[in-house]
């Protein structure tokens, strides 16, 4: 090391160049820990699937919420990562200026106060000169470590509360400490090296680096508090920014939501005006974009739909015109023909002997195809007054029990039917439709379950529940959903039946023009279950003739019985 002094012709050493930069020469900053390896692959098994289970349990379901989530997050991605951005490269920017200013004027401080010491310099002196650097601009305290004439060693401290060797960490120590070997890419065996370490939560700079041909070794120690606080500042800043960015963000996302959804909003009013039957709805279109286009094929579909609801509606209009035209035709001659059927059965009944024997049994026929006749035409009419909607209440105050006798022995059933009901449980009614519906109920039990038939009463809060039962081998499953159609059939190869097929149909929509309901079922102990529930009192249905049909809900449970789908006898 004097050697090298020597050769340069000068009895002072000489400091190596200040390279901060370069490869090796800046160590690790601040005290490191060492975490034991672990398998990665154990930590992340069932991840994919915990990730999978927590995105499918999110529902958004407003539109505009999830517009605005989205915005959201776009947004708070794009400011979150340029904040990063801007404080990772400020931060570079803020240390890095801040600590080539430090280490460069630490460096000329050592070469002219650490390098102009004498040769056998004493600790005073090393005191001295640790002072005079001290008192730099860029504030930072020096540690300067020799040897006096003796070969002891000595220290010369700018300020021995706030740096000693103690703070200096060993690595660095130990790298301004090393000879490197001279060659064509270094001209000096000993170099500068810094680190940054965090003493007590505050930042500091250290540096050091050794005086060639045996001078002292200095070390500086400067605090980055002063940047450090710029930097938390900078970092509120960004923190303050990405937040109101956020706030942004989320007003124009309801802004575009708005712009957006209001074309969406209008056409789900629409649909649901079209829901509500009211087919002339359209919309307005404007613009070329695809809710325009959506728009323009709502209209079309729309239109389309009242166009074939429109021929529908006329075809059905026909189609009960004719029959309500055709029975009430049909009354006429079949008044006529039931005068002249009457006189043969009287004629019959009296065994005057005017009717000839043979032809008596085709009298007979005669007769009873004639009233068979005359219940259809009157049946028919009746379904056409229901389809048209012009069927209405007369409502009366009913005791349930005595309206079940009466309907009971107005047909001569009394033998082959049990009343199971209390006296005095009354309801305001239509009393000619509660029979209409009592009559095909009992009448269709007898016929397709025989006698006894069961008939009880009961009171279920606001509503009334009548049930019929009858002791027979009860409906087919398959049957079941068919029991009130018109004119059903539950076998083709009985297409004949004593009724007209309308019994049931006619009962049930009595029942919903009450705003009641009839179901059918099999009892467990054998035998059908026809269930009739009406509301005690049906004055309110009466300011809307129709409303009873649609709060019964006419598109409901219609279980069928085939030949069970005929009226009782002597009913209307």
């Known amino acids: 090391m004097r050697a090298a002094a020597a050769r340069e012709g000068r009895g002072r050493a000489v400091l190596a160049d200040a390279d901060p930069y370069g490869a090796g020469r800046g160590l690790p900053a601040g005290h490191a820990s060492v975490t034991p390896p672990h398998d990665s692959h154990d930590t992340s098994r069932g991840l994919p699937a915990a990730r999978k289970a927590f995105l499918s349990g999110l529902r958004f379901t407003s539109?505009?919420?999830?517009?605005?989530v989205v915005f959201a997050l776009v947004a708070l991605t794009a400011a979150v990562s340029?904040?990063?951005?801007?404080?990772?490269?400020?931060?570079?920017?803020?240390?890095?200026?801040?600590?080539?200013?430090?280490l460069k004027d630490f460096r000329q401080q050592m070469q002219t106060r650490a390098g102009a010491l004498p040769t056998h310099y004493t600790q005073d002196d090393l005191q001295a000169a640790a002072g005079q650097m001290a008192k730099s601009s860029q504030r930072y305290s020096v540690l300067l470590v020799g040897e006096n004439a003796r070969g002891e060693r000595i220290y010369g401290y700018s300020d021995l509360d706030a740096f000693t060797l103690a703070k200096v960490p060993e690595p660095l120590r130990a790298a301004?400490?090393?000879?490197?070997?001279?060659?064509?890419?270094?001209?000096?065996p000993y170099h500068l090296y810094w680190q940054r370490t965090v003493d007590r939560g505050t930042p500091y700079l250290v540096g050091g680096s050794k005086i060639v041909g045996g001078g002292p070794t200095g070390y500086m120690l400067k605090t980055l508090e002063p940047e450090a606080k710029d930097l938390s500042s900078l970092g509120w800043s960004l923190a303050i920014a990405t937040a109101l960015a956020l706030v942004g963000s989320a007003l124009l996302a309801q802004a575009a939501a708005t712009t957006v959804l209001k074309p969406v909003h209008r056409l789900g009013v629409a649909a649901r005006r079209l829901g509500e039957g009211k087919l002339d709805t359209r919309l307005r279109v404007s613009g070329t974009d695809e809710l325009a286009e959506l728009s323009r094929t709502f209209n079309r579909t729309a239109e389309n739909l009242e166009k074939k609801v429109?021929?529908?509606?006329?075809?059905?209009?026909?189609?009960?015109?004719?029959?309500?035209?055709?029975s009430h035709e049909l009354r006429t001659p079949l008044t006529a023909i039931t005068a002249v059927t009457e006189v043969l059965e009287e004629e019959l009944d009296a065994e005057t002997g005017s009717v000839d024997p043979m032809i008596e049994?085709?009298?007979?026929?005669?007769?009873?195809?004639?009233r068979r006749l005359n219940d259809l035409v009157e049946n028919l009419m009746e379904v056409t007054r229901f389809d048209a909607g012009t069927a209405k209440l007369v409502l009366d105050d009913v005791d349930i029990a005595d309206q079940i006798t009466a309907c009971v022995d107005a047909?001569?059933?009394?033998?082959?039917?049990?009343?199971?009901?209390?006296?005095?449980?009354t309801a305001r009614l239509d009393p000619r439709r509660l029979d209409v519906i009592l009559a095909n109920l009992i009448g269709n039990a007898l016929k397709h379950g025989g006698s006894p038939v069961n008939v009880s009463v009961r009171l279920d809060g606001d509503s009334l529940v009548i049930s019929v039962r009858d002791h027979g081998p009860g409906i087919p499953e398959d049957v079941l959903p068919h029991v009130f159609d018109r004119f059903y059939k539950a076998s083709a190869s009985r297409p004949r039946?004593?009724?007209?097929?309308?019994?049931?149909?006619?009962?049930?929509?009595?029942?919903?023009?009450?705003?009641?309901?009839?179901?059918?079922?099999?009892?467990?102990?054998?035998?059908?279950?026809?269930?009739?529930?009406?509301?005690?009192?049906?004055?309110?249905?009466?300011?809307?003739?129709?409303?009873?049909?649609?709060?019964?809900?006419?598109?409901?449970?219609?279980d069928a019985a085939g030949d069970r789908t005929e009226e009782g006898k002597g009913t209307t």
């Open 497 to 558: 039946s004593e009724g007209s097929g309308l019994g049931l149909s006619i009962a049930l929509e009595n029942a919903h023009i009450h705003g009641g309901e009839i179901t059918a079922a099999n009892s467990p102990d054998g035998g059908a279950v026809f269930t009739l529930r009406l509301p005690r009192d049906a004055s309110p249905l009466t300011a809307e003739p129709g409303a009873a049909r649609d709060a019964a809900g006419q598109g409901g449970q219609r």
């Open 310 to 326: 429109a021929d529908m509606s006329a075809r059905d209009e026909a189609s009960r015109r004719f029959v309500a035209d055709m």
């Open 63 to 68: 539109l505009r919420l999830r517009l605005v």
């Open 361 to 370: 049994p085709a009298v007979r026929l005669v007769v009873s195809e004639t």
């Open 82 to 102: 340029a904040s990063g951005i801007a404080y990772w490269l400020n931060r570079e920017a803020v240390l890095t200026r801040a600590q080539d200013a430090a």
């Open 411 to 425: 047909r001569a059933w009394l033998d082959a039917v049990e009343l199971d009901a209390e006296r005095g449980i």
């Open 176 to 188: 301004v400490a090393k000879e490197q070997p001279l060659d064509d890419g270094n001209k000096s």
